[in-house]
């Protein structure tokens, strides 16, 4: 197990930064998701921890040692990609034993852990395979068994499911976490979907150009994101923007009222963004809810378990608002003007001009 920590770690490619000054540490046995955008820097980050890229500036440490000048094969770190091309002509005991023939490991050396790391990828009964002969799932636990044979102090995973289809990817992702807590390993796994990142991680850092925007538990980046960038990228939808005046000491959205707790103390006619997640919103009402004004119906789609409704609304910062309702619930026809409601104590305010979020603290 290796405490994985990076300090100021920038890439550049020509004149182009592809990692700034990126800060992180994944503590020891922990499973860190790294969630961003294509192009947004995550495998030059795995690549540079791996040794397979030169940093520009900056330092990586396992545990207290400096690596950062190590060359890869002294790094012991296991790697598992999205093209996690097995080799074709060798069966799956080969193409599992093959880090280790390379390494000049002993004829019953090699059988006894090939043979390990099988039974714990529930791979025994296939390593007579070739490639061609298993499924993507089975292929992929090959990959992830190559990694694994040579007991790596840390893991690197870039996107090692996204050739697997959605069904089997669900059932990979729940093996995986699985496995890597039985190991204990420290991992670091990259993807760009952030349902993924957010069911896998310990702890999630979301990357957006090269820059980390927040490093957190994946309930505390959903409620607490720091920022609206990040507030817009995490999340199924991403949270509602709403423009917001401070008014008599309460914030004032379109025609609504909203009371300010008392910790907060705004100065009168400032101007916030005021986040609220899809299911803090309401059509119905009770007494303890906030009024939020009228919003005109634009459609709705249909999620078995709930129903997502797109509203207009005359203080949305973002078109459109999306509420999350129970699948039970009375439908309102397109261009229907409806009453919405907030559910007090579910919502965050932002600074409109650099988006930094200012409540909760
Ligand atoms: P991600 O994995 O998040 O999709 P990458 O780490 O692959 O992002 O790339 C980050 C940025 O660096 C991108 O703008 C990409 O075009 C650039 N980049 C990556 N590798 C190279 C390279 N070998 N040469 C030039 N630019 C590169």
Same mark, same amino acid.
């Given at each position: 197990m290796v405490r994985v920590r990076i300090e100021r770690l920038t890439k550049l490619y020509g004149s182009t930064p592809a990692l700034l000054e990126l800060s992180l540490t994944a503590e020891a *046995? !922990?499973?860190?998701?790294v969630v961003g955008p294509s192009g947004s820097g995550k495998s030059t980050l795995l #690549?540079?921890?791996? *040794?397979?890229e030169t940093a520009s500036a900056g330092e990586i440490f396992f545990n207290d040692e400096p690596i950062t000048h190590l060359p890869p094969q002294m790094r012991d770190v296991g790697m598992v990609f999205q093209n996690y091309a097995l080799y074709p002509h060798m069966t799956v005991? !080969?193409?599992l034993a093959f880090p280790l023939r390379v390494r000049k490991w002993k004829r019953s050396a090699i059988q006894e852990r090939v043979h390990a790391v099988a039974r714990l990828l529930d791979l025994d009964g296939l390593l007579g395979r070739y490639p061609r002969e298993l499924s993507g799932g089975q292929r992929q636990r090959v990959a992830l068994g190559r990694a694994l044979v040579r007991s790596p102090r840390l893991f690197l995973f870039d996107e090692p499911l996204s050739n697997v289809d959605a069904q089997l990817r669900a059932t990979m992702r729940t093996e995986l976490a699985a496995l890597q807590r039985t190991l204990g390993i420290t991992a670091l796994y990259v993807t760009h979907d952030q349902t993924e990142a957010l069911s896998l991680g310990d #702890?999630?850092?979301?990357?957006?150009? @090269?820059r980390l925007q927040q490093l957190a538990p994946p309930a505390e980046l959903y409620m607490k994101p720091a920022s609206v960038t990040v507030a817009r990228f995490i999340g199924t939808p991403p949270m509602n923007f709403f423009t917001a005046t401070v008014c008599c000491g309460a914030l004032s959205v379109s025609s609504a009222t909203i009371p300010l707790p008392d910790s907060l103390r705004l100065p009168e006619d400032s101007r916030w963004l005021l986040g609220v997640r899809a299911e803090a919103l309401t059509l119905t009402t009770t007494d303890e809810l906030h009024q939020l004004g009228n919003a005109r119906v634009? @459609?709705?789609?249909?999620? *078995?378990?709930?129903?997502l409704l797109s509203l207009e609304h005359p203080a949305a910062a973002f078109s459109p608002i999306l509420v999350r309702l129970p699948a039970s619930s009375r439908l309102p026809q397109p261009g229907e003007i409806v009453p919405l409601w907030l559910i007090p104590g579910t919502w965050c305010l932002f600074e409109p001009d650099s988006g930094v979020r200012v409540f909760p603290p």
């Open positions: *046995g !922990e499973f860190l998701t #690549r540079l921890i791996a *040794g397979l005991f !080969e193409n #702890r999630v850092a979301v990357l957006i150009a @090269g634009q @459609g709705w789609e249909y999620a *078995g378990y709930e129903i």
